[in-house]
Nanobody, 116 residues
Framework: VQLQASGGGLVQAGGSLRLSCSVS????????IRWYRQPPGKVRELVAM???????DYRDSVKGRFTISRDNAKNTVYLQMDSLKPEDTAVYYC???????????WGQGTLVTVSS
């Protein structure tokens, strides 16, 4: 199983970015996918998740600004980030949590920098 994150970059506060997580090597539609982030000097934190059934959940600080979605035809999960704030600056990782027969898998991370 491989996860490939992309879409990071430099954006001004109030701007938007869309991250993508391309998944291969598994039956994508059956997998929950999570987005984490690790701000500079801080621990990694869960940002959003989407289940195989399309249920979503978000950390409080991004609710109403971030939207997670999935396209099962493209084996891809997206994280639409709007109204970005400097405190959103972090390396963003996508993750497939462990299943009954597979370990957890991490993507390589993509850097998001929000300037004030």
């Amino acid at each position: 199983v491989q996860l490939q994150a992309s879409g990071g970059g430099l954006v001004q506060a109030g701007g938007s970015l869309r991250l993508s997580c391309s998944v291969s090597g598994t039956i994508f539609s059956r997998n929950t996918i999570r987005w984490y982030r690790q701000p500079p000097g801080k621990v990694r934190e869960l940002v959003a998740m989407i289940t195989s059934g399309g249920n979503t959940d978000y950390r409080d600080s991004v609710k109403g600004r971030f939207t997670i979605s999935r396209d099962n035809a493209k084996n891809t999960v997206y994280l639409q980030m709007d109204s970005l704030k400097p405190e959103d600056t972090a390396v963003y990782y996508c993750n497939r949590p462990p299943t009954w027969n597979e370990t957890t898998v991490w993507g390589q991370g993509t850097l998001v920098t929000v300037s004030s």
